[in-house]
């Protein structure tokens, strides 16, 4: 099946400061999608993305399909913003997502 | 309008007990999905309904898995004699499906299953 890497796994950041998440994966997708996990374990949608950039408030997200990544920005974090970030795909004709290991992210005060 | 239901939203069970897991897609939805994500890990998937098309059960771990759909609503997973590599939380997600395309998956609240 497909792989899925996210890096890094941990992420610790001071309130305000700025962020990348990175996603990689082995094969061509038709689907991605970013989750935001909260603590009480609410996946949370943030981006569906198989190709291109989007940008929802103080995240955005971009996909180079054809060099199989994708990147998450967080701008200007907040103690919210805590929690693992999943990225998931799926394999062309596929619907199954596949989930990477997650980045847990802490942002402190 | 509402998102993606699951009950209950936490299960003790003893070891051997079978368990019945429940799941409200949004309505519309005409694709089912059941994940597993065990403690600390990402989601692994189980099963998949697509309107009345055989489900995928590429997924499930073991014989003591099942899962049922009536049409396109509620689905539920059934575990049998349950065993404490079992516990996990269980997710359900759904989507619009049409024609293989893909569409954005959204995810309930999961139930939290410990075999004790």
């Known amino acids: 099946g497909i792989q899925v890497e996210q890096s890094p796994p941990d992420l610790i950041l001071q309130e305000g400061a700025n962020s990348t998440l990175r996603c990689n994966f082995s094969?061509?997708?038709?689907?991605l999608q970013w989750f935001h996990q909260n603590p009480w374990g609410q996946l949370i949608n943030l981006f569906y993305?198989?190709?291109g950039t989007k940008q929802n408030g103080r995240l955005s997200a971009t996909t180079v399909a054809t060099e199989r990544y994708s990147l998450l920005y967080i701008s200007s974090s907040q103690t919210t913003d805590s929690g693992v970030y999943f990225c998931?795909?799926?394999?062309?004709?596929?619907?199954?997502?596949?989930f990477g290991a997650g980045t847990t992210v802490t942002v402190r005060a | 309008g509402a998102g993606v239901s699951q009950s209950p939203s936490n299960k003790v069970t003893e070891k051997g007990k079978d368990v019945e897991l429940r799941c409200d897609p949004i309505s519309g939805h005409t694709a089912l999905y059941w994940y597993r994500q065990r403690l600390g890990q990402g989601l692994e998937f189980l099963i998949y309904f697509q309107g009345n098309s055989a489900p995928d059960k590429s997924g499930l771990p073991s014989d003591r898995f099942s899962a049922e759909r009536t049409g396109e609503s509620v689905s539920t997973l059934t575990i049998q004699r349950t065993q404490q590599e079992d516990s996990a939380v269980y997710l359900c997600a759904s989507s619009l499906d049409y024609a293989g395309d893909p569409y954005e998956q959204y995810f309930g609240p999961g139930t939290r299953l410990t075999v004790t």
């Open positions: 094969d061509s997708v038709n689907n």
């Open positions: 993305i198989p190709s």
């Open positions: 998931a795909v799926a394999g062309v004709g596929d619907y199954k997502l596949s």
